[in-house]
C-alpha cells in the first residue's frame, strides 16, 4: 500500500480549480476528486499491522478546527522545466500546526519512521503534473492567475490515503477520515462487534495485505 496523509479539498472549489490545468496542453491535469492538500507523504507500507499502528497514530491527532482559503498558483520544477502546477492556500497557522501534528505521530511509528520525508512542509493543491508544457507556459498560468482565491472553507476532518496506481494514473482512496466526532474503530488485535465491522470497513488490517 502507498499512503500519505492530507486534507480534502471541497468539490465545488475542486471543478473550478480543475479547468486552470486542463486547459493547458501538454500537462495531465489532477481530476477534481483525487484533488487534496497533503499533509504527510508516507509512501509505501507492506505490512497491515504497520496500516493499524499509523492508523491509531493519527486517531490520536488532536488539532482545532480552522477555515482555509486557496489562494494564488506557484509551480515546482528548474529553471528549465515546470514539474508540477500547484494552488497555494492563505497563511494558516492552525493548518501548519496540523501538519507538525501529524508528522511528529507519525516519526513514532517505528516501522515507518526512517522512510518519511523530512523537508519542511509546503501547503500546495497539485493541479497538473507537466508532460510536455514548456516552463514559459506553466509560468503564465501562475502570472494569469495571481488573483485566484476561492471561498473559506472548514477543516474539521483530514485523511489516511492509498495512492493506487491505474492505466489512466493514480487514484487516491480515502481509508480513514480522523478530527472531531470521528468513531474511534477497535484496534488491529481486537475482535469487533457487529456494530463495529461497518465503522473501519475501509483499512485491511490484515498482516501482508495490499489492496
Known amino acids: 500500500m502507498r499512503l500519505f496523509v492530507g486534507i480534502p479539498i471541497p468539490a465545488d472549489i475542486a471543478e473550478d480549480l480543475y ?31 504497520t496500516a493499524a499502528v499509523i492508523d491509531d497514530a493519527l486517531h490520536h491527532t488532536r488539532f482545532t478546527p480552522f ?34 501534528r501529524v508528522e511528529t505521530a507519525l516519526f513514532r511509528c517505528d516501522d515507518i519512521s526512517n522512510q518519511l520525508d523530512r523537508r519542511k512542509f509546503a501547503p500546495h493543491i497539485t493541479l497538473g503534473r507537466n508532460r510536455s508544457a514548456s516552463r514559459a507556459a506553466v509560468g503564465q498560468a501562475v502570472v494569469d492567475h495571481a488573483g485566484l482565491l476561492s471561498r473559506s472553507f472548514r477543516v474539521e476532518t ?19 477520515h480522523y478530527g472531531a466526532g470521528i468513531t474511534r474503530r477497535p484496534a488491529a488485535t481486537e475482535k469487533p462487534s457487529v456494530s463495529d465491522v461497518d465503522a473501519f470497513a475501509d483499512i485491511d488490517f490484515t498482516v501482508g495485505s495490499e489492496r
Request: aromatic letters at 8%; a positive charge.
Open 158 to 176: 483530514f485523511c489516511l490515503y492509498q495512492s493506487i496506481s491505474t492505466g489512466e494514473g493514480p487514484v487516491y482512496q480515502v481509508m480513514a
Open 67 to 100: 477555515d482555509l482559503q486557496i489562494a494564488g498558483l506557484g509551480m515546482f520544477g528548474t529553471a528549465r522545466k515546470a514539474r508540477i502546477l500547484w494552488a497555494g492556500v492563505q497563511p494558516q497557522p492552525l493548518l501548519t500546526q496540523l501538519a507538525h
Open 19 to 49: 479547468p486552470i490545468a486542463r486547459a493547458m496542453r501538454g500537462l495531465d491535469a489532477q481530476t477534481p476528486k483525487n484533488m487534496h492538500l497533503t499533509l504527510k507523504f508516507i509512501g509505501n507500507v507492506d505490512n497491515g499491522l
